[in-house]
T-cell receptor, first 109, second 117 residues
Framework: DAKTTQPTSMDCAEGRAANLPCNHS???????VYWYRQIHSQGPQYIIH???NNETNEMASLIITEDRKSSTLILPHATLRDTAVYYC??????????FGTGTRLKVLA | GAVVSQHPSWVICKSGTSVKIECRSL??????MFWYRQFPKQSLMLMAT?????????EQGVEKDKFLINHASLTLSTLTVTSAHPEDSSFYIC?????????????FGPGTRLTVL
């Protein structure tokens, strides 16, 4: 299963874009990249996922590099409620999620 | 989006007793559900994969006789912690896979906090 590497923590000013990077250099050609976030003492919330094309939904955008070895989750206008731990996951062929340590994003007023 | 519920949201029990946690997919059928455990300030750790109508598959190091999983229907999976001890105190979270619906994704329940005295 591909391993992901994320920065431990990041700060972002309220109203600005939050760009959260993720490295997954050992990803295989058919493995998807998923992003979830977990607000304290809750279950993870699905944000977005992709294979190789960039994706956008109402919550965020996902930019995947051409070689697929890294990706960036973009929250276009961060709010205080976006403060959470963000997990980048590469889904294996067995459909299991292996969670890394994630990035603790703090949105500052 | 798809909704997954868990019951109870929290439970306190005495050492040596068994505790059952339910995970339900409310608006979709899930042939596959997953159980995770999360200790304070740590990430989620996958415990087992639960497939409807068959035996669960446990991750390495997870005692299958201690953590009994039953996936009797397409909307319900249960985790029973048998003979619970204080070291089993943790946040237990389930997820349900939406396959074969479009956008193959896992949706997570809100979690169950177990405290063993």
């Amino acid at each position: 299963d591909a391993k992901t590497t994320q920065p431990t923590s990041m700060d972002c000013a309220e109203g600005r874009a939050a760009n959260l990077p993720c490295n997954h250099s050992t990803i295989s050609g058919n493995e998807y990249v998923y992003w979830y976030r977990q607000i304290h003492s809750q279950g993870p919330q699905y944000i977005i996922h992709g294979l190789k094309n960039n994706e956008t939904n109402e919550m965020a955008s996902l930019i995947i590099t051409e070689d697929r070895k890294s990706s960036t989750l973009i929250l276009p206008h961060a709010t205080l409620r976006d403060t959470a731990v963000y997990y980048c996951i590469v889904r294996s062929g067995t459909y299991k999620y292996i969670f890394g340590t994630g990035t603790r994003l703090k949105v500052l007023a | 989006g798809a909704v997954v519920s868990q019951h109870p949201s929290w439970v306190i029990c005495k050492s040596g007793t068994s505790v059952k946690i339910e995970c339900r997919s409310l608006d979709f059928q899930a042939t596959t559900m997953f159980w995770y455990r999360q200790f304070p300030k740590q990430s989620l750790m996958l415990m087992a994969t639960s497939n409807e109508g068959s035996k669960a598959t446990y991750e390495q190091g997870v005692e299958k006789d201690k953590f009994l999983i039953n996936h009797a229907s397409l909307t319900l999976s249960t985790l029973t912690v048998t003979s619970a001890h204080p070291e089993d105190s943790s946040f237990y979270i389930c997820s349900a896979r939406t396959f074969p619906l479009a956008k193959d994704t896992q949706y997570f329940g809100p979690g169950t906090r177990l405290t063993v005295l």
